[in-house]
């Protein structure tokens, strides 16, 4: 059984950001997560064949992506480790020391914990990052969004007038309220 089915907030902030859950019943078996973004990976003479971005969590701490490079990759928050130090001179009388130290991935133990980590770091590296692309992967670029926004207000009705009115009318009534 799945915890975060039950947390209310996980899955209003998936059905909001239009995530699914695509886990085989062997990775559910196993404790991992797996969900699928509304975004397509977008890699260089790789458009045709794009699939889209996915990510899971694992039973263990760890969170990656799993198709958006050669390999799956930590999600994980980094941390150094203590410096340790190594003798390199040992047969000498006078000792040489080697600073050593080591990155390894910051464990999130508890699954709700991964799961809102996952979204956030999604939402951040993700979704805000590619911004201008809609869910088949293609890029629309902002002259090509005003454009499209500026032809459509041409064949309006008079909406975007009205909106514009209101939103007038609330702006002066704000004023108001506040120095009133």
């Given at each position: 059984?799945?915890?975060?089915?039950?947390?209310?907030?996980?899955?209003?902030?998936?059905?909001?950001?239009?995530?699914?859950d695509?886990?085989?019943p062997?990775?559910?078996?196993?404790?991992?997560?797996?969900?699928?973004?509304?975004?397509?990976n977008?890699?260089?003479?790789?458009?045709?064949?794009?699939?889209?971005?996915?990510?899971a969590?694992?039973?263990?701490?760890?969170?990656?992506?799993?198709?958006?490079?050669y390999?799956?990759?930590?999600?994980?928050?980094r941390?150094?480790?203590?410096?340790?130090?190594?003798n390199?001179?040992?047969?000498?009388?006078?000792?040489?020391?080697?600073?050593?130290?080591?990155r390894?991935?910051?464990?999130?133990?508890?699954?709700?914990?991964?799961?809102?980590?996952?979204?956030?770091?999604?939402?951040?590296?993700?979704?805000?990052?590619?911004?201008?692309?809609?869910?088949?992967?293609s890029?629309?670029?902002?002259?090509?969004?005003?454009?499209?926004?500026?032809?459509n207000?041409?064949?309006?009705?008079?909406?975007?007038?009205?909106?514009?009115?209101?939103?007038?009318?609330?702006?002066?009534?704000?004023?108001i309220?506040?120095?009133?």
């Amino acid at each position: 059984m799945k915890k975060w089915l039950n947390n209310m907030n996980i899955k209003d902030k998936m059905d909001l950001l239009n995530i699914t859950d695509v886990s085989t019943p062997r990775q559910t078996k196993n404790g991992t997560v797996v969900w699928q973004l509304p975004i397509k990976n977008n890699w260089p003479g790789n458009q045709a064949n794009a699939s889209f971005i996915e990510v899971a969590s694992f039973s263990t701490g760890y969170v990656r992506n799993q198709n958006s490079g050669y390999s799956n990759y930590q999600l994980n928050k980094r941390c150094d480790s203590k410096p340790e130090y190594y003798n390199i001179n040992p047969p000498c009388k006078e000792p040489l020391y080697r600073k050593f130290t080591t990155r390894s991935c910051v464990l999130i133990p508890d699954e709700l914990d991964r799961l809102e980590y996952l979204i956030a770091y999604c939402l951040k590296n993700y979704y805000i990052k590619h911004a201008n692309q809609v869910a088949e992967g293609s890029y629309v670029s902002k002259w090509e969004h005003d454009y499209e926004m500026n032809k459509n207000h041409e064949q309006d009705c008079g909406h975007y007038d009205r909106i514009r009115d209101l939103e007038n009318k609330l702006d002066t009534i704000q004023r108001i309220a506040d120095h009133g």
